[in-house]
C-alpha cells in the first residue's frame, strides 16, 4: 500500500507520540509499504525508504518545541504526486484539515490516529473556555475519517462519550532489546549520589505543570521532611519550560535532561520506582519503558496510563491530582517487598507480549478495511457543527 501520513512532528526520540509514529513508519516500510511523511520537523535521516516533506510552521508562544502549520500549495502537488491509497492523520490541525479535504475530494479514505488529549491541556494554559469548542470542532474532524484508532480503551470510552464514532483500538509496541533489567547500573547509581540502601525515584518526561508535575513537587517535599533520614533521590529526564522552577522547588533531585538510546535505558533500570502524576496521557509510553525496565509504577487513575497498570498489575493506580495518595502509593511499594516483587515480576511479564510487529500487523489491517469503505465527501462548513455537549465537562 502506499500511506500517506501527517505525523506533526516526526522524530525518533522526540516524545511518545513521535516515538510511537517512528516505530509504525518504520516497521511498514520493512513489510513493503510505501510510506511519505508530511511533518513540521523531521529527523534529516528519516527511515530507509521514508519519503519526508516539510509543511511550513511557525512555533508557538507557549511551547516553542510545537508549532502552528499550514498545508501549502508545494505540500498539496507532493501529495498528488504520491498518489496515496490511505492518509493516515495524526494532528487534527490545519494541515491535518487540509489532508482531510485533499482527500475527500479525491475519494481517498481517510484514517486518523489519537495521540494528544488536547483539551485536558487547556486549563494549564488558562484556556478552559475554549474546552467545549475544541471537542465540538473533533466531533466534526473526527467523524470525517472513515476511522479513529484509539491507544487505551479508556481514551476510546472518553471519544465515544464526545460522540465520535468509527473508533477501533490500536495499543503501542515496545522495544525489549532498548527496555530492559539488564540496563541496571550501579555506576549510575553512584553517579545519581545515592547510599547504600537509598531508593531512586524517576519520573520520565516534558517538564511541564500539566504533567502532574505539581503534585511531583509535593511528594518530594514529603520525603524531604526531618522523619526520613534518608529520602528517596528523585531523578527527572526530559526537559521544558518549568525546568528551572523545579530545580528550586526540588534542590536536591537529578535533572538528566532529555536522553536517548543507552543512556535512557540505563536510566530507568537504575531507578526503583517509576512515578508519573500526569492525568493528560493517551497511552504513555513511559509506563510501558518502566514496566519492562523492571521498575513498578505509580500512576493517576486519570488518563491511559492507568489502564497500563491495571492490565500488567506492575503498580499502584492512586488518585489524581492527590499528592497525599501518591505519595501513600509509593510508600506502600516501597515498605511492602512482597508487592514491590510481585509488581516487578507482572511488569516485566506483561511488556513480553507487546511486540511492535503484531501493532504493526494490526494497523496494515485497518487501513485494509478503511480503503474498502466509500468515502464520504464532505465539503467544509463555516463553523464546526454542535451536537451532544462533551462526557467530563467538569472544566469550566
Known amino acids: 500500500m502506499k500511506i500517506a501520513l501527517y505525523a506533526g512532528m516526526f522524530r525518533r526520540n522526540q516524545d511518545g507520540a513521535s516515538k510511537t509514529l517512528y516505530r509504525l513508519v518504520e516497521g511498514l516500510t520493512k513489510k513493503g509499504h510505501f510510506v511519505a511523511v508530511w511533518a513540521f520537523i523531521h529527523d534529516i535521516d528519516p527511515p530507509k525508504g521514508v519519503l519526508c516533506y516539510t509543511v511550513p510552521s511557525i512555533p508557538l508562544p507557549l511551547y516553542k518545541e510545537y508549532r502552528i502549520a499550514r498545508f ?3 505540500n498539496s502537488k507532493e501529495l498528488k504526486a504520491f498518489k496515496p491509497d490511505v492518509i493516515h492523520i495524526s494532528v487534527p490541525d490545519l494541515v491535518g484539515l487540509a489532508m482531510q479535504n485533499w482527500a475527500s475530494g479525491r475519494n481517498i479514505p481517510t484514517l486518523a490516529t489519537y495521540h494528544t488529549d488536547f483539551p485536558s491541556y487547556l486549563k494549564s494554559y488558562g484556556l478552559s473556555a475554549l474546552y467545549n469548542p475544541l471537542w465540538r470542532y473533533f466531533r466534526w474532524f473526527y467523524n470525517r475519517c472513515q476511522r479513529v484508532l484509539a491507544p487505551t480503551e479508556v481514551v476510546r470510552d472518553n471519544l465515544r462519550k464526545n460522540g465520535i464514532r468509527n473508533l477501533s483500538l490500536l495499543q503501542r509496541g515496545i522495544d525489549l532489546t532498548q527496555f530492559s533489567v539488564k540496563h541496571r547500573s550501579e555506576k549510575l547509581r553512584t553517579q545519581w549520589g545515592l547510599k547504600p540502601g537509598q531508593l531512586a525515584i524517576l519520573y520520565v518526561g516534558r517538564l511541564v505543570w500539566y504533567k502532574g508535575l505539581a503534585e511531583l513537587c509535593q511528594i518530594y ?3 524531604h521532611q526531618p522523619t526520613f533520614s534518608m529520602p528517596p533521590r528523585f531523578i527527572l529526564v526530559g526537559s521544558g519550560p518549568i525546568e528551572k522552577e523545579l530545580k528550586e522547588r526540588m534542590p536536591k533531585a537529578i535533572f538528566c535532561g532529555h536522553l536517548n538510546g543507552t543512556d535512557l535505558s540505563r536510566a530507568y533500570a537504575s531507578a526503583d520506582l517509576f512515578l508519573f502524576p500526569s492525568v493528560t496521557e493517551t497511552f504513555g509510553n513511559v509506563i510501558l519503558e518502566a514496566l519492562a525496565s523492571g521498575i513498578p509504577a505509580v500512576v493517576s487513575d486519570q488518563g491511559g496510563c492507568q489502564e497500563i497498570v491495571a ?8 488518585r489524581s491530582g492527590s ?13 511492602t517487598p512482597a508487592l514491590y516483587g510481585e509488581c516487578r515480576r507482572n511488569g516485566i511479564r506483561y511488556t513480553q507480549n507487546l ?3 503484531t501493532i504493526i500487523d494490526q494497523l496494515v489491517v485497518h487501513y485494509q478495511v478503511t480503503s474498502e469503505i466509500p468515502n464520504r465527501s464532505v465539503s467544509l462548513p463555516a463553523f464546526a457543527p454542535h451536537h451532544a455537549e462533551p462526557h467530563n465537562s467538569s472544566i469550566t
Do not use: P, T, V
Not at 311 to 318: D, K, L, N, P, Y
Not at 325 to 335: A, H, P, R, V
Open 311 to 318: 492490565q500488567s498489575r506492575g503498580g499502584i493506580i492512586a
Open 72 to 74: 501549502s500549495g508545494k
Open 355 to 357: 511486540s511492535w510487529n
Open 323 to 335: 499528592a497525599d495518595d501518591l505519595f501513600l502509593s509509593c510508600e506502600q511499594l516501597i515498605q
Open 221 to 223: 517535599k514529603r520525603y
